[in-house]
């Protein structure tokens, strides 16, 4: 048996009820997915970001070593041995590049994917669309391109110091 303050409304008006409790179903879940979307980027980002600034600064430090030697004279002829390792942090920051672009292209995926999910009044008020579903792979695509990207560049990163090892070593 329903609760007796049920018995007081209209079946069309229990069914305007139920209809305003799913809007703010739907509110909270676009809020709660815009909350989590932009945490998620912003993690992106710095982790990004950060992958720039050791890959970018490898190379700032290792020109400023290649100049003082070369300043110093009679080391020209072993300033070669550095030059793969400063072609390997070069090619780790093209693959921040890559990740910076996939990360753009996973967030508008994500994007499209969540508006055209369709919405409805029955449970479970959201379900996928033949167009979400692409989008949704998309998105997975583009976000496993940007964190296999990351991971290269900070596996260049550690090779491009092992080479520096081995250059000095052989220096």
């Excluded at 890959?55 to 290649?66: E, K, R, S």
């Excluded at 100049?67 to 093209?94: D, K, N």
Aim: net charge positive; glycine share 8%.
């Amino acid at each position: 048996m329903a609760p007796k303050f049920l018995l007081n409304f209209t079946r069309e008006e229990l069914r305007q009820i139920y209809k305003e409790e799913v809007v703010k179903a739907h509110g909270r879940i676009d809020a709660y997915y815009e909350r989590a979307q932009d945490a998620t980027i912003q993690s992106g980002q710095h982790a990004i970001r950060a992958l720039f600034l050791i890959n970018g600064g490898a190379i700032v430090a290792l020109l400023a070593f290649l100049s003082s030697l070369a300043s110093g004279g009679g080391f020209e002829s072993r300033v070669h041995l550095f030059a793969l390792p400063l072609l390997t942090f070069a090619q780790a920051v093209v693959a921040v590049a890559v990740g910076y672009g996939a990360v753009y292209f996973t967030n508008y995926s994500s994007a499209k994917c969540a508006e055209t999910m369709v919405k409805s009044y029955e449970i479970p008020h959201y379900s996928e669309s033949p167009t979400s579903l692409r989008w949704r792979i998309a998105a997975n695509f583009f976000q496993g391109a940007a964190l296999g990207a990351s991971v290269g560049s900070l596996g260049l990163f550690v090779a491009g110091v092992l080479q520096i090892r081995d250059a000095i070593t052989a220096f």
